[in-house]
């Protein structure tokens, strides 16, 4: 199962901290947003997984949302799925920054991942647990996760920071332990906020 797992793209972001190169800097980041329908292509990844802060907002800019439109389009059109959730900078806000794009992208919008949705790919079945962080209604949802026994690879996907990372400060994101990730059950964790790669066994 190859899996081509993003987050924290933050599209539209001012990038104010570099200063004069703050242009620059956006248009490199759109640049590489745009190659990867040919980075799956060329890998033959059988999802995408989008793990919170697609934009720097609830409110993107029309060109933000147009380019994450028509990357997503292309992207549905070399995998059988795309999965997102919403992250702490690009709440899911009426009328909310996912709105737009394409139906057949799965936005989950709700913190209860109770039910996998499950999709068919040529590597077996995928088994996605989408879990959109919102603290006003659910403080703690990892505390009612289940795996469920279907078979295939099961996923979870999710915008959060771990507590133990060295630069880990609080704020406004989802915060998880290790124990609570270990304690998932699943094949791989998509993470979002964290911004560098750690294995599941680095969780066990």
């Known amino acids: 199962m190859r899996i081509l797992h993003l987050a924290d793209l933050h599209l ?5 901290s570099f200063g004069p ?9 759109l640049r590489a947003f745009r190659l990867l329908p040919e980075v799956a292509r060329e890998h033959q990844v059988h999802a995408v997984l989008v793990a919170g802060d697609l934009f720097d907002g609830p409110r993107p800019d029309e060109r933000s949302a147009a380019e994450a439109r028509e990357v997503i389009r292309q992207l549905l059109e070399v995998v059988p ?5 919403p992250g702490n900078h690009d709440p899911l806000v009426i009328p909310g920054p996912y709105a737009d794009l394409p ?18 790919t040529e590597a077996g079945p995928l088994n996605v647990y989408g879990f959109a962080y919102d603290f ?19 996923v ?14 609080g704020g406004d994101s989802l915060r998880l ?28």
């Open 12 to 16: 539209g972001a001012s990038y104010a």
């Open 21 to 29: 190169h703050a242009g620059e800097r956006s248009e490199a980041v």
């Open 81 to 85: 799925a795309v999965f997102l959730v």
């Open 103 to 120: 139906e057949a992208a799965h936005v989950f919008s709700a913190p209860d991942p109770s039910q996998p949705v499950s999709v068919d």
């Open 136 to 154: 006003a209604h659910e403080p703690d949802p990892l505390s009612g996760f289940q795996r469920t026994d279907a078979e295939g690879v099961h």
């Open 156 to 169: 979870a996907l999710l915008h959060g920071a771990v507590r133990d990372a060295p630069h880990w400060s």
């Open 177 to 204: 332990t290790r124990d609570e990730l270990g304690a998932l059950g699943v094949d791989y964790i998509a993470l979002g906020d964290y911004h560098r790669f750690r294995p599941p066994s680095e969780f066990a």
